[in-house]
């Protein structure tokens, strides 16, 4: 099982950035990114059902748009607006935990490798 994540880069406060992320070896129920900021812990960003229905952390609604392709096995995040407090690693992820954990690291067992996103003042 694999997930490749791209997209990452250097952008000025209010440009945006699209991050992509392909997964081959089996598909999952639930997509998502989560991101971690130096010292600081993996957080929560956005995740999206294999139904469609969407989760969104407080500090990126309205600004960020999860999406997925369930035909390509795919999942991309559209982000808006970036703010410096965006800039971190942004990991994709996919995973098949039950719907009130959707937000939880611990319950996603399959990652990408990490695109930096770089958010400058």
């Not at 319950?107 to 490798?113: K, L, V």
Request: net charge positive; glycine share 12%; hydrophobic share 35%.
């Amino acid at each position: 099982v694999q997930l490749q994540a791209s997209g990452g880069g250097l952008v000025q406060a209010g440009g945006s950035l699209r991050l992509a992320c392909a997964a081959s070896g089996r598909t999952f129920i639930n997509m998502g990114w989560f991101r971690q900021a130096p010292g600081s812990e993996r957080e929560f960003v956005a995740a999206v059902r294999r139904s469609g229905h969407t989760y969104y952390a407080e500090s990126v609604k309205g600004r960020f748009t999860i999406s997925r392709d369930n035909a390509k096995n795919s999942v991309t995040l559209q982000m808006t607006n970036l703010k410096p407090e965006d800039t971190a690693d942004y990991y994709c992820t996919g995973g098949d935990g039950v719907l009130s954990a959707i937000r939880s690291a611990s319950t996603y067992h399959n990652w990408g490798q990490g695109t930096l996103v770089t958010v400058s003042s």
